[in-house]
Every structure is written in C-alpha cells, then in structure tokens.
C-alpha cells in the first residue's frame, strides 16, 4: 500500500461544530481505510470505503472518495470531546502492508 | 470477542538490553503484523506474518525478529535496544494477508529504552 497524506496535520474545533479531514494519495487503489487514535493508544478502525463506493456513513462519520483526484475526505459531525484524537487515512492494495502518515490531530473544545 | 490482546502493555529496559513483546490476534485471524510508531508519527510497518510465514518486512535492523506461533499468536523481538526503539509497538490483525483487508489493531506495548 502507499501513504497517505492527511490535512490538515492540526484541527482544533468547538464541541458541537463539524470537522472535516482530507486525505491524498497517489496511484491506484482498492479501498482507503480511516483509523482514530487516542493519544498514547491503538488504532481504532472507523471507516473502510472501496474504490468503486463515493460515499460511505457510519454513525456520526461521512467519508467520500474520489478517485480521479485522487482523495478523500472524513468528515465527523457535531463532535463531541471524545472525537479529541488523531486520525490516519491508509489506502488498501494487494500489498501486505499499511502505510501511514503523520496522520490530523483533532481537538474539540468543551 | 476478545479484540487483539498485546502484553506487556508497559515496560522499561536498558539499553543492550533484549525485549519480548507478545500479541494474540483476533480468533479466526491468520495475519498478524507488527508496526512502531515513535510519539508525533504515524505506525511504520515493521513486520507481516500470514499462517506462520514471514510474508513482508519493512526498513528495520535485524536486530528486529518476530515470528508466528500455531495457534497464529506472535511475538517480537528486538536485540541490543537502543534509545531509538523506545516507541509504542502495535500489532495488528487481518483474515487474510492483503491491506485490502480491514485490519484491527492492538492497545500497543509502550517500550521506554533508559
């Protein structure tokens, strides 16, 4: 698999508001996945979408994919406390490993 | 069902020292890898094992080894620590061996090398 590359790296967001991550990557892929991690932490999964889905819900989780640009976006509404975490997009392939980036660093504010 | 279990979850070694740390995947789980992730950056990927094999290795010294029990648990060694391997160590688990698959990782065993 190849990395992903998150932005915004920093996102600091009142309680209640939404936020919205992109993520960019660069050759051809079957799936993207999305993890959240809390500090110190595993990786929880969140989300997987496929190359061939635009859009995909989970709860309070809407990602998009757009293959011809090439990305992705994660976006959480009305946030709360506990979405205070760091979130890493990693596209999916044959190959049998995942690649990260540095990931977005998400703080929401009481 | 028990997630993926990893122990120690905390543990400080010396430096030359040598460190164990053990993972149990998910029932039903072939794969297990092995990623480090030191503090500000995301997981690198350190090792994959798919039904006892060593399947993928990533950019990382030999003093790093691991490998894959017959019930699919996994181990990972490291040799001769140095400050630099302090990190958190993540083990993940998958049916099958492709990151095609969705992947379910571990609390992590945080290693401080002194």
């Known amino acids: 698999s190849q990395q992903g590359e998150e932005d915004p790296q920093a996102l600091s967001i009142q309680e209640g508001e939404n936020a919205t991550m992109n993520c960019s990557y660069k050759?051809?892929?079957?799936?993207l996945q999305w993890y959240r991690q809390n500090s110190g932490r595993g990786l929880v999964h969140l989300i997987l979408i496929r190359s061939n889905e635009r859009e995909k819900h989970s709860g309070r989780l809407r990602v998009t994919l757009d293959t011809s640009k090439k990305s992705s976006s994660l976006l959480i509404t009305a946030s709360r406390a506990a979405d205070t975490a760091s979130y890493f997009c990693v596209t999916g392939s044959n190959d049998y490993k995942l690649s990260f980036g540095a990931g977005t660093t998400v703080t929401v504010r009481a | 069902d028990a997630g993926v279990t990893q122990s120690p979850t905390h543990l400080i070694k010396t430096r030359g020292q040598h460190v164990t740390l053990r993972c149990s995947p998910i029932?039903?789980?072939?794969?297990v890898s092995w990623y480090q992730q030191v503090l500000g950056q995301g997981p690198q990927f350190i090792f994959q094992y798919y039904e006892k094999e060593e399947r993928g290795r990533g950019n990382f010294p030999d003093r790093f080894s691991a490998r894959q029990f017959p019930n699919y648990s996994s181990e990972l060694n490291v040799n001769a620590l140095l400050l630099g391997d302090s990190a958190l160590y993540l083990c993940a688990s998958s049916f099958g061996r492709s990151s095609g698959n969705t992947i379910y990782f571990g609390e992590g065993s945080w290693l401080t090398v002194v």
């Open positions: 029932s039903g789980h072939k794969s």
């Open positions: 050759t051809s892929i079957n799936n």
